[in-house]
């Protein structure tokens, strides 16, 4: 069974930095492309990050690039989101997910709060 | 940027057929996907390169894409089909585009 766990979520300061991360199990994680995709109620689903599988081929969302770093570590089956600068816009359910042109499985989300 | 609609909301009683519509301009020359996300829950994708059904995904849910509106039909409605349905699509203009959701009632 496919399973991914994110976690890391929390109050961030305006200015400030969080990393998150996801635990993948039940599928070849190192041979699969990744995502990290944010949520809230105003702007709905946005996707903001994607790491091939090797971790060479990176694309942002203009809205973070420059800001956020996505990475992965394939012996430990785990990908991250490194968040620099928050913005009080940056509050979001993030979730990470599979897939390249479209997300074949999701985790269940980690929330971020972006608030003094 | 490109802007994909849909329907904030859409009811339909049980055991008929809801029609969910997604916008966008000439949006049946790129590929649309669909998902599905019940209350408290994290998307589920549904559909996939406009018509195609992941694994476990029942035959009563199903797509289309041409013109400028692609459109996920789901058959014989029943009470779990509840919750907001997202549709998206990508190139290499766009990257990755989400609609609003269609938030489905079944009265």
């Known amino acids: 069974e496919v399973q991914l766990v994110e976690s890391g979520g929390a109050l961030g300061q305006p200015g400030g930095s969080l990393r998150l991360s996801c635990a993948a199990s039940?599928?070849?994680?190192?041979?699969?492309?990744m995502n990290w995709v944010r949520q809230t109620p105003e702007k709905g689903l946005e996707w903001i990050a994607y790491i091939n599988s090797g971790g060479g081929n990176i694309h942002y969302a203009d809205s973070v690039k420059g800001r956020f770093t996505i990475s992965r570590d394939n012996a430990k089956n785990s990908l991250f989101l490194q968040m620099n600068s928050l913005r009080a816009e940056d509050t979001a359910t993030y979730y990470c997910?599979?897939?390249?042109?479209?997300?074949?499985?999701w985790g269940q989300g980690t929330r971020v709060t972006v608030s003094s | 940027s490109y802007e994909l609609a849909q329907p904030p909301s859409l009811s339909v009683l049980p055991g008929q057929t809801a029609s969910l519509t997604c916008s966008g301009n000439r949006l049946g020359e790129k590929f649309v996907c669909w998902y599905q996300q019940r209350p408290g829950q994290s998307p589920v994708l549904i559909i996939y390169?406009?018509?195609k059904r992941p694994s476990g995904i029942p035959g009563r849910f199903s797509g289309s894409n041409s013109g400028d509106t692609a459109t996920l039909t789901i058959s014989e409605t029943q009470a779990l089909d509840e919750g907001v349905y997202y549709c998206?699509?990508?190139?290499?203009?766009?990257?990755?585009?989400f609609g609003g959701g269609t938030k489905l009632t079944v009265l």
């Open positions: 997910a599979t897939g390249t042109n479209y997300f074949d499985y």
């Open positions: 039940g599928f070849s994680f190192s041979t699969s492309e």
């Open positions: 998206q699509t990508w190139d290499s203009a766009t990257d990755v585009v």
């Open positions: 390169q406009d018509q």
